[in-house]
T-cell receptor, first 109, second 114 residues
Framework: GQQVMQIPQYQHVQEGEDFTTYCNSSTTLSNIQWYKQRPGGHPVFLIQLVKSGEVKKQKRLTFQFGEAKKNSSLHITATQTTDVGTYFCAGREASDMRFGAGTRLTVKP | DGGITQSPKYLFRKEGQNVTLSCEQNLNHDAMYWYRQDPGQGLRLIYYSQIVNDFQKGDIAEGYSVSREKKESFPLTVTSAQKNPTAFYLC?????????????FGDGTRLSIL
């Protein structure tokens, strides 16, 4: 069955450093979604990528979908303390959607 | 404001007891989902419902049951058959059945064993 692997599991950065989390699927995805969960909160939708090679930006966040539609990445430029939380990818294949285990980001001021 | 309301926020279960987690949405969404979140793991799908009076098992349905008698409500019962129920439970919804639209989540219920 479909599996979605996400790395790293944890990332601790100094404020101002960049951060990247990677998502890899064992199968070709129809789309991929990214969510952010603040400590003690619930996942909140960030973005959806659909097309092969797609790149989308939201301020300091850059999302990429691989050419083969099997991998994706989220890159944050110049992290801020407000970026702390766990970032999840969720890959959809046909009618099934699978969440990655998430990357927990902590930022030292 | 429209949204998803989960209650209670914290719940304690005794051995052999069934407990029910509430999930109500006023978004007029067709599909609703229940996920379990454990530390260091992603969200795992327990059950989902695409339409009233219909629901399907997810990846970890054993020890759980649901009902969907109303569009707005999708309660989850954690039965005594679920031997390791301690987790954070999240309810979500999407506008259409199994749609590609984003999932809207409630604030979650944290279940612990007494």
């Amino acid at each position: 069955g479909q599996q979605v692997m996400q790395i790293p599991q944890y990332q601790h950065v100094q404020e101002g450093e960049d951060f990247t989390t990677y998502c890899n699927s064992s199968t070709t995805l129809s789309n991929i979604q990214w969510y952010k969960q603040r400590p003690g909160g619930h996942p909140v939708f960030l973005i959806q990528l659909v097309k092969s090679g797609e790149v989308k930006k939201q301020k300091r966040l850059t999302f990429q979908f691989g050419e083969a539609k099997k991998n994706s990445s989220l890159h944050i430029t110049a992290t801020q303390t407000t970026d702390v939380g766990t970032y999840f990818c969720a890959g959809r294949e046909a009618s099934d959607m699978r969440f990655g285990a998430g990357t927990r980001l902590t930022v030292k001021p | 404001d429209g949204g998803i309301t989960q209650s209670p926020k914290y719940l304690f279960r005794k051995e052999g007891q069934n407990v029910t987690l509430s999930c109500e949405q006023n978004l007029n969404h067709d599909a609703m989902y229940w996920y379990r979140q454990d530390p260091g793991q992603g969200l795992r799908l327990i059950y989902y419902s695409q339409i009233v009076n219909d629901f399907q098992k997810g990846d970890i349905a054993e020890g759980y049951s649901v009902s969907r008698e109303k569009k707005e409500s999708f309660p989850l019962t954690v039965t005594s058959a679920q031997k390791n129920p301690t987790a954070f439970y999240l309810c979500a919804s999407t506008q259409g059945p199994k749609s590609n639209q984003p999932q809207h989540f409630g604030d979650g219920t944290r279940l612990s064993i007494l």
